[in-house]
Antibody
């Protein structure tokens, strides 16, 4: 069974760093890109970027380029989303997702993590 | 401001048919498949329609999708109280080289 299991909720202060994780199981981790999707409180879904675990190439949405870093460790089937200096506006639920379809050039995500709530407050 | 435009809300009574629209441009909906997600409160999104009009196994045939030009729509017939959720359209954007989402439509069953 394909599963994406994310790390638990985090409460941080502005300026702190953070790395959250997404562990894949039940499939070959390097076969599918992993995307990260943000959902701010009461708002819609926003695609942040994705990583190809086979070569660690990352692609970011212009809205998030330079603000976050996406990485992966294929030896432990885990992808990461990290911030070097959090802001209050980073408060959101963050989902990882994959597309196990025939093409990775798609917005079709058939498996999602359970989401990680990040709260940034002084 | 989302790349794809959806109405913020929609409503209907049990048994009715409702449609949710999604408008884009030639670089996204106009040249790619559209997918629709349903998000129930406190849960991750779930695929409702993929490839513009295909239902994954397990999704009732009350849900249907269509696409024409740079617009797409999701139709829900035989509305049920369980259908109360947020609905998002999404597609690939050739200019962004990544997925784009609509702002979401909150469906209320009256």
């Amino acid at each position: 069974e394909v599963q994406l299991v994310q790390s638990g909720a985090e409460v941080k202060k502005p300026g702190e760093s953070l790395r959250i994780s997404c562990k894949g199981s039940g499939y070959s981790f390097t076969n599918y890109w992993i995307s990260w999707v943000r959902q701010m409180p009461g708002k819609g879904l926003e695609w942040m970027g994705r990583i190809d675990p086979s070569d660690s190439y990352s692609k970011y949405s212009p809205s998030f380029q330079g603000h976050v870093t996406i990485s992966a460790d294929k030896s432990i089937s885990t992808a990461y989303l990290q911030w070097s200096s959090l802001k209050a506006s980073d408060t959101a639920i963050y989902y990882c997702a994959i597309n196990t379809g025939l093409t990775q050039i798609s917005s079709y995500f058939d498996y999602w993590g359970q989401g990680t709530l990040v709260t940034v407050s002084s | 401001q989302s790349v794809l435009t959806q109405p913020p809300s929609a409503s209907g009574t049990p048994g009715q048919r409702v449609t949710i629209s999604c408008s884009g441009s030639s670089s996204n909906i106009g040249s790619n498949f559209v997918n629709w997600y349903q998000q129930l409160p406190g849960t991750a999104p779930k695929v409702l329609i993929h490839s513009s009009n295909q239902r994954p196994s397990g999704v009732p045939d009350r849900f249907s999708g269509s696409k024409s030009g740079t617009s797409a729509s999701l139709a829900i017939s035989g509305l049920q109280s369980d259908d109360e959720a947020d609905y998002y359209c999404t597609t690939w954007d050739d200019s962004l080289n990544g997925p784009v989402f609509g702002g979401g439509t909150k469906l209320t069953v009256l």
